[in-house]
């Protein structure tokens, strides 16, 4: 049986990164994107990696940064993937050293071609990362039928985690990936809103 990554992406604080370990989560995102609600200094950040270590893999996410400032992150804050959240082409992604996430708008087959042999976020067609809005994700059954290593994204919560994968028929994606869905104030992730999303995702999968 496939087992689908859940990614729980914006994390603020330490604790909500051991919460999201301690239920399961495969994945944490440290935000990096300047003038976005969830971005973190490198001191909040190391205190965040330490913690997640060894429990689960630490995702640094940048959006059309510099390979300067890309560097001057992953020197100071360990994490095990880099999430390129912007319109960044396929030869920054090569010079990435560690495995990269890229993340496109939509199931666009076309932006996919040019990512070869790296796992795609599909995120919302027109409002991009960070928003919550929902989008039609059984578009991307198509991509995942190809072989195609997909993270949908966009508007995911624990009471429409479930259908969204049974959409999908047989077929399952590499991981999902939330973060508005299961906050609760000042961006704070809520550890029974994590447990109940990684709940419906694994049931998910055991229906299949």
């Known amino acids: 049986m496939s087992h689908v990554r859940i990614k729980i992406c914006g994390i603020v604080h330490p604790d909500d990164a051991q919460a999201a370990a301690d239920a399961g989560a495969d994945l944490v995102g440290l935000n990096f994107v300047p003038g976005t609600p969830r971005c973190l200094d490198l001191r909040r950040a190391e205190a965040i990696s330490q913690r997640a270590g060894g429990r689960v893999e630490r995702v640094a996410v940048f959006r059309d940064a510099s390979w300067d400032e890309i560097e001057r992150v992953i020197r100071r804050v360990e994490v095990e993937r880099v999430q390129l959240h912007g319109d960044e082409p396929p030869e920054d992604v090569e010079q ?80 999902v990936d939330v973060a508005t869905g299961v906050e609760g104030e000042a961006f704070r992730k809520d550890p029974a809103k994590v447990a109940a999303f990684i709940a419906a995702v694994r049931a998910a999968e055991a229906a299949e």
């Open 96 to 175: 990435v050293d560690l495995p990269v996430i890229k993340a496109i708008r939509g199931a666009d087959s076309e932006a996919a071609e040019r990512y070869p042999g790296t796992i795609l976020l599909l995120d919302h067609p027109t409002e991009g990362g960070g928003r919550g809005k929902t989008w039609n994700w059984s578009d991307a059954s198509k991509l995942i039928d190809d072989g195609l290593d997909v993270i949908l994204a966009g508007g995911l919560d624990p009471a429409n985690i479930g259908q969204v994968l049974a959409d999908l028929g047989d077929l399952l994606p590499w991981g």
